[in-house]
């Protein structure tokens, strides 16, 4: 009973004692007879060790070999027979003091296992990065001391006096003990990675339970030392603020200056400084839960300073008396004034329009004086503006870089938002000035005023629980609305032609970005089915309901024309443009044959921005017999579809295909257009230049089917003027050269030497790089030549897949540079990010 409970409390007494055979027979549990045979395979070990190190001791003679001991700093040293003597009689002395055993061996497992799992990753390693697994295993006396306190921990059990004994003269110290795991886990490691290449021949090994627990046991300890560094991180930078701080202002300066000139130098990973900071959306997948952002905080829309009186100086006439008009009226003048020298000013429906709207803004007595137009003199007025113009243009760098860094400083404050939790380029959050109208072509509402709009007019929409926008001071919001739904952050009415006005994001964010990819998408699914829907409506023109026979025919032009479907628009209040839906009679002539071909119908009529649209194209038979029957019996202006309208057209094509618009078919045609065109026009042996010409060619097919037209440049005629210049000088430099290379070889014909030799080469060298760079000058103007009225950026930007074009750069080594500016690339950063150059449209 004694026993027991001395081997319960301490053990220090009882291991005193040699235990007898019958004794360890008894009490030996399976886990200590386990114990034993380890402790025995130990020892066989530890003979052939010492049998190893007589031999090579002859060479190299060491000292005794010494059981470990646990120097107060953690450390081993040897221990003698007299340090084994004081044990023992210290032991009994310090047994009461001492915990269980089995206490003891949890808390030292306990402790070093907290300790260690911070370091084990980094001695893992370090033991593979120095370890040569084909050399020979040699055993220093560290090796034999860790083993030695490998073995000694297997046989704890039956030597408590020993473990107590070491323990109780060391305490319970958190770093000894740290340092004993760190050791006895090494020893063991050791250990078990011998037993494993000895025992490789025989076996595989398999995995067991403990390595199970032990590999948990490390992607913990993984996780641990990640947080640590990040912690590591966030101490080193707050200490580099403080020596920062602590610097003078000339070094901190010097060391901003060198970071801001390695911006382009790429960080650890092979990432530029920066690269991290873009979202790419395009990664984390598309919820179509109809939902467009989760939160959305911005500071609302900037708006337009308020109107500064002119100087006294500064005079409206009117019939040869200046006139002192009131701030509305004079803000208005202004207006008119600016824009004397524009055309809009000579046409009679702008400055109808114009004094109409100019005589509402006036008092009584203004409007009593101001009658006609035609007696208003606004040149001192144009001139003072035309004044300050010139003072701009004329502003020092300093003035100029002091009104950048605020535009700057208001572009950071309004310009961005957050959109669930990322940081996001707004795209227009200026509200737009007070000012005339001007429209597209011969508007009817040109010159009419458009009102400086107010806070009051404004619906502000954010998430829920966001930071509102504050209103100017002295006004208020219209309404505040949290709609998910939509992606315009502010929202107003226009007050000339009734239409909202919205504030959006950048065409780089994600919501603008998310919309392009969707639509190339449905595009690229219309591929698939075309040939389906052009049976359908090709069966439609020998329908016997006029109704369907329409539809059918509108299909055929949109699909082979690329013409927009048309919008209904109330008469009077738009200029006249149209679309395929809202085609008069007047717009389309029938001949039976023209030009040696059948069939033909030629279009004349104002599209959209009233661009206008003449095309001559040879139509199928039964298509120009429905279109005889469509126009029988009407007047000029009577509609040609007048049974159909562009509703009713996307209602039916969505049946076809969910998703597919009229729109589509326009966006589909262009981008197979581009693919078409680059294959047949780009081949891999071509120069630079010749891909860009090739690669133009074919973006200008694009805009030819689409009308994509603009007028020539009033530089034009300028700038190829002065490109006929350079071709004109580098042909006489090409000259020159020829001639000198065709001297310099009949010399090196008459005595071949050496010199004479590399002159050939030199000279034939100069003529190479003549001819490249006058082909270049050549490519050029022919490009500007065939682009003199057609307007590229609209079907690159809108209707062309921008996979296509990155897809090209890369198969044929083209600068992307070439093909977008920064700004495109921005917008497009989805298909640059995720495209190959195997993509086909």
């Not at 580099?240 to 382009?264: A, H, T």
């Not at 969505?654 to 780009?682: D, H, I, W, Y």
Request: hydrophobic residues 25%.
């Amino acid at each position: 009973m004694k026993l027991e409970d001395n081997e319960g409390h301490g053990g220090a007494e009882t291991s005193s004692r040699k235990r007898t055979a019958s004794e360890s027979k008894i009490d030996e549990s399976p886990t200590d007879r386990k114990r034993s045979k380890d402790g025995e395979r130990d020892k066989k070990e530890d003979t052939e060790l010492k049998h190893k190190a007589k031999h090579s001791s002859s060479k190299h003679p060491r000292k005794p070999l010494q059981e470990p001991k646990i120097t107060s700093s953690g450390g081993l040293k040897a221990v003698s027979e007299n340090d084994h003597a004081d044990v023992k009689t210290k032991s009994v002395a310090m047994d009461a003091s001492l915990p269980s055993e089995k206490n003891t061996i949890d808390l030292n497992n306990n402790i070093s296992a907290k300790h260690t799992e911070s370091d084990e990753r980094k001695v893992t390693k370090t033991e593979l990065q120095e370890v040569d697994l084909f050399a020979p295993i040699e055993h220093s006396d560290m090796e034999r001391s860790d083993k030695k306190s490998k073995k000694t921990g297997d046989s704890q059990k039956d030597n408590k006096h020993k473990h107590k004994s070491k323990s109780s003269k060391k305490g319970h110290h958190g770093t000894d003990e740290r340092k004993v795991g760190e050791i006895s886990a090494n020893s063991s490691d050791g250990n078990s990675k011998k037993r494993k290449s000895k025992d490789s021949c025989e076996t595989d090994v398999l995995p067991t339970g403990d390595s199970k627990k032990e590999t948990a046991v490390k992607k913990e300890n993984a996780k641990k030392e990640r947080e640590k560094k990040d912690r590591s991180g966030k101490d080193t930078k707050t200490s580099d603020e403080k020596k920062r701080k602590n610097k003078p202002e000339g070094k901190e300066e010097s060391k901003k200056k060198k970071k801001d000139g390695d911006d382009g130098k790429t960080k650890k990973g092979g990432k530029k400084e920066g690269e991290d900071s873009t979202w790419k959306w395009w990664e984390e997948g598309n919820s179509n839960n109809g939902n467009k952002w989760t939160t959305l905080e911005h500071k609302g829309p900037l708006f337009p300073p308020e109107y500064e009186p002119l100087p006294n100086n500064v005079s409206f006439f009117y019939n040869g008396n200046p006139v002192k008009l009131t701030l509305p009226a004079e803000e208005v003048a202004t207006f008119y004034a600016k824009m004397l020298d524009h055309e809009y000013t000579t046409k009679s429906s702008f400055q109808e329009n114009f004094f109409t709207d100019w005589r509402e803004e006036m008092s009584v007595e203004e409007r009593e004086q101001i009658k006609k137009l035609s007696k208003c003199d606004f040149t001192h007025i144009n001139k003072y503006f035309l004044d300050k113009s010139e003072e701009k243009k004329a502003m020092t760098k300093e003035q100029k870089q002091v009104l950048k860094e605020e535009n700057n400083k208001l572009t950071e404050e309004y310009g961005f938002c957050e959109l669930d939790g990322h940081r996001e380029k707004i795209g227009n959050f200026r509200v737009e000035p007070p000012g005339l109208f001007r429209g597209r072509g011969e508007h009817p509402k040109m010159g009419k005023l458009k009102k400086r709009i107010q806070p009051e007019e404004i619906t502000i929409n954010c998430s829920k629980g966001s930071n509102i926008p504050v209103a100017p001071k002295g006004h208020r919001w219209r309404k505040v609305q949290h709609d998910n739904t939509v992606t315009w952050l502010a929202s107003w009415v226009e007050n000339v032609q009734g239409n909202f006005k919205y504030v959006m994001l950048n065409p780089s964010s994600k919501l603008k970005g998310e919309k392009d990819w969707q639509k190339y998408e449905v595009a690229r699914k219309l591929k698939l089915k075309v040939e389906t829907i052009r049976r359908l409506y090709r069966e439609d023109w020998k329908n016997r309901e006029m109704k369907t026979r329409q539809r059918g025919v509108a299909l055929y032009f949109i699909d082979k024309l690329a013409l927009r479907a048309g919008n209904e628009k109330e008469e009077s209040e738009t200029a006249d443009t149209v679309g395929c839906c809202s085609l008069r009679v007047e717009h389309i002539t029938l001949h039976q044959e023209k030009g040696g071909q059948e069939f033909m119908v030629e279009f004349d009529f104002l599209g959209k921005d009233s661009i206008r649209y003449y095309n001559e194209v040879p139509v199928e038979g039964r298509v120009f017999k429905n279109l005889k029957l469509f126009m029988e019996n009407k007047e000029p202006e009577d509609d040609l579809f007048d049974r159909i309208n562009t509703t009713y057209l996307n209602k039916h094509l969505n049946q076809s295909m969910p998703g597919l618009t009229a729109k589509v078919f326009r966006t589909f045609n262009a981008s197979t257009t581009l693919q078409e065109q680059l294959n047949k026009l780009t081949t891999a042996d071509m120069s630079l230049e010749e891909k860009l010409l090739s690669y133009n060619r074919a973006n200008r097919a694009v805009a030819i089917l689409c009308n994509h037209q603009r007028a020539a440049p009033k530089t034009f005629e300028k700038s190829m003027q002065n490109l006929q210049d350079k071709i004109a000088q580098k042909q006489q430099q090409l000259d020159v050269a020829r001639k000198e290379l065709k001297d310099a070889k009949k010399e090196h014909k008459r005595g071949g030497t050496e010199r004479t030799r590399k002159l050939v080469e030199k000279k034939e060298a100069v003529v190479k790089r003549l001819e490249e760079q006058l082909k270049k000058l050549q490519l050029q103007m022919t490009d500007r030549e065939e682009n003199k009225v057609i307007a590229l950026g609209t079907s690159k930007l809108n209707y062309l897949d921008p996979r296509i074009s990155v897809a090209w750069c890369r198969k044929f080594n083209v600068p992307i540079e070439k093909i977008y500016n920064k700004t495109q690339r921005d917008k497009f950063a989805w298909a640059i990010d995720m495209t190959e150059e195997d993509f086909q449209f």
